[in-house]
């Protein structure tokens, strides 16, 4: 029902930072919890953050707390993920995801996904 689309990936060196978008196509993104995952080859896929759909509550995966970021604005029906200290461990597609209502931490919870953004951490 929700049409995403992630942009901002790129190469990055270790340490480095990079901004992630994700716009949703649909009238009411104001309705909509907001996650990011990320998958490498080999791996499974592993949630990286979470925002509730009016911005006031947002989680994150362990393995990135203190050096990512999320944030939303509805008025441009769009998510952002700063993404700080990089490192190439974090070399992965990510993938933005939205459900109704209440923000989930596991992918089952979510009901549209993007196409996906590579992003390549080097050392």
């Known amino acids: 029902q929700v049409q995403l689309v992630e942009s901002g990936g790129g190469l990055v060196q270790a340490g480095g930072s990079l901004r992630l978008s994700c716009t949703a196509s649909?009238?009411?993104?104001?309705?909509?919890?907001m996650g990011w995952f990320r998958q490498a080859p080999g791996k499974e896929r592993e949630f990286v953050t979470a925002?509730?759909?009016?911005?006031?509550?947002?989680y994150y995966g362990n393995s990135v707390k203190g050096r990512f970021t999320i944030s939303r604005d509805n008025a441009k029906n769009t998510v952002y993920l700063r993404m700080n200290s990089l490192k190439p461990e974090d070399t992965a597609v990510y993938y933005c995801?939205?459900?109704?209502?209440?923000?989930?931490?596991?992918?089952?919870?979510?009901?549209?996904w993007g196409q996906g953004t590579q992003v390549t951490v080097s050392s």
């Open positions: 925002i509730s759909a009016g911005g006031g509550s947002r």
């Open positions: 649909v009238l009411t993104f104001g309705s909509y919890a």
């Open positions: 995801a939205a459900k109704l209502r209440v923000l989930g931490t596991t992918a089952n919870d979510y009901d549209s």
